[in-house]
């Protein structure tokens, strides 16, 4: 479900839009967050980013294999497949 927040924002010349402060403090956005970028039909969706697993999706324990970030659970059961 949607919330109108009743905020509006231009985008600048460069394409960007500053995200209020009241949104950050919210979503708990920091300096240098990174943010994901989806879309849903007509709609931008931003999402905190959070590193997860490429394969279950976790976020706890992951670790980078070849530039990908994998979590233990699904690494063991990558083990288990070649043996």
């Known amino acids: 479900m ?3 927040t009743g905020i509006v924002r231009k985008v600048d010349e460069l ?3 500053v995200l209020p402060i009241e949104i950050r ?3 708990d956005l920091d300096k ?3 943010v994901e970028i989806f879309i849903e039909d007509d709609k931008i969706i931003l ?3 959070f ?3 490429i394969f279950c999706g976790n976020a706890n324990g992951v ?3 070849k530039g990908k970030l994998i979590c233990p659970e699904c690494l063991d059961a990558l ?3 070649v043996q």
């Open 15 to 17: 394409g960007r839009i």
């Open 25 to 27: 403090k919210t979503l």
């Open 2 to 4: 949607m919330k109108s």
């Open 32 to 34: 240098r967050d990174a």
């Open 63 to 65: 670790s980078y294999y």
């Open 51 to 53: 590193p997860a697993c």
């Open 47 to 49: 999402k905190k980013y």
């Open 79 to 81: 083990r288990h497949m």
